[in-house]
């Protein structure tokens, strides 16, 4: 049989923004790397990051502050976000010609919008520093003997390698080959996987109103989650009606959450239309209006602060007609009116899934990491980066700050005993 093994220093499984970012820091330290990518290219979750925009990273300074925003989890983060945080990530690009704006909540973005010219700077870097790509290479698995992996094995190819970093990705859009085989490679080597879950997600409602809403967005809104009466957390922002049920920022942040409580039992989301008003605040509110508009109709009220779709269900749920006028709605119907807004409610099915989840939570777990260099605890040469660690975090770039993070700690520790 021809011998189809080739050497290299470091060994990146995967060619995704963490593995891209590994491999190129430990090229950067002189280390004869390699990337081996199943695809045909490199960075396809990259590319719909931000709906094709890139939200390269969060704008947060504090390293505290944004560890916090990845849960429990984030604190693990903190002395590698010290090393690579926000601020170096746009730093990093911004020295390599790509200009970058900031947006609201923080979010940045490279000036042109495009996911592809933060690709098409990673790869040119790479090419330059002469890394090699092993394009539609599926890894069957590593050979190891003892704590130490001495090869990966990829169809008749074997490379054999110093150091591994495993950035293959978690399970969120498979599409782009996600698929959770980093799991299975990390649970051989004698890895604990935390049992992966869809994060970042569309939720599926139960009745029909939310779906005959399909396409509406509102923003400016608050969305509740209760269980058993109580609520058990709350997210503000915008949020989309779908025909499966609701979408958008505020809902894709809240559904981690809400996973966490359907495995305990039944979940209700709660929007919330007058979230600055408490409810006693926004009765007196509408008891002055209808009394200083009592000519105007309700339609029109209900649209000088909502679309007229929204306005339409709201005053189904409420029973006031839309044509009559506000001076003629009793005290029931004022008061069913301001429930209304303060709580149009839903049951919740379910979440929609891997196939539409921007990201995965789960994954390796971290207590067999160490945080100041994304080597493994277990064997001496590997090194984890990317969504294929236990940690994940909310829409706004923090998700893609973990791949640059983990990534450049990886590709920069890889190189140690080289």
């Known amino acids: 049989m021809k011998n189809n093994q080739e050497n290299f220093d470091v060994a990146v499984i995967g060619a995704g923004s963490a593995g891209l970012m590994a491999a190129l820091w430990a090229a950067q330290k002189g280390a004869r790397v390699a990337v081996i990518e199943k695809n045909d290219r490199a960075g396809r979750k990259l590319l719909l990051s931000g709906g094709g925009r890139c939200n390269l990273t969060q704008a947060r300074s504090d390293n505290r502050e944004f560890a916090k925003k990845l849960g429990k989890n984030g604190e693990w983060l903190l002395s590698a976000l010290s090393i690579f ?25 490279p000036i042109s919008d495009r996911a ?39 169809g008749d190819r074997k490379i054999a390698a110093k150091s591994f970093i495993l950035c293959a990705g978690g399970k969120s859009y498979s599409v782009t080959g996600s698929i959770g085989d980093g799991y299975i490679w990390a649970k051989d080597m004698g890895h604990k996987i935390i049992h992966p879950v869809p994060a970042l997600v569309p939720i599926e409602t139960q009745g029909s109103w939310p779906k005959e809403l399909q396409g509406l967005s509102l923003k400016g809104v608050q969305l509740n989650i ?7 957390d709350s997210y503000s922002g915008e949020m989309l009606f779908t025909h499966f049920g609701l979408s958008g920022p505020i809902v894709l942040n809240a559904s981690k959450k809400v996973g966490e409580l359907l495995a305990k039992g039944e979940v209700l989301l709660e929007i919330d239309l007058a979230p600055n008003l408490s409810a006693d605040q926004l009765d007196k509110k509408l008891r002055r209006d209808f009394a200083a508009r009592g000519d105007m109709n309700f339609k ?23 044509d009559e006028k506000l001076g003629s709605i009793t005290r029931e ?8 807004l303060k709580s149009l409610r839903t049951g919740v099915r379910g979440l929609m899934g891997f196939d539409q989840a921007i990201m995965t939570s789960g994954g390796v777990d971290l207590k067999e990491i160490d945080s100041r260099t994304m080597k493994s605890k277990i064997i001496e040469n590997l090194f984890f980066a990317g969504e294929i660690i236990d940690l994940d975090g909310p829409t706004g770039g923090y998700n893609l700050q973990i791949c640059w993070t983990t990534g450049y700690i990886a590709g920069s520790n890889a190189t140690g005993g080289i």
């Open 333 to 340: 119907g004022r008061k069913k009116t301001a429930a209304a």
């Open 300 to 322: 029109t009220y209900l649209a000088t602060f909502m679309p007229q779709r929204m306005a339409e269900k709201v005053a189904k749920f409420c029973g006031v007609s839309l």
């Open 116 to 154: 592809q010219e933060v690709l098409d700077l990673l790869l040119k870097d790479l090419k330059e520093k002469k890394v090699k790509i092993f394009f539609g290479e599926k890894v069957s698995g590593f050979n190891v003997s003892g704590d130490k992996i001495s090869s990966v094995k990829s």
């Open 85 to 109: 945080g926000p601020k170096e990530t746009r730093k990093f690009f911004e020295s390599r010609g790509l200009k970058t704006k900031k947006e609201s909540n923080g979010r940045i973005f």
């Open 226 to 232: 209760l269980q058993n009466g109580k609520k058990e």
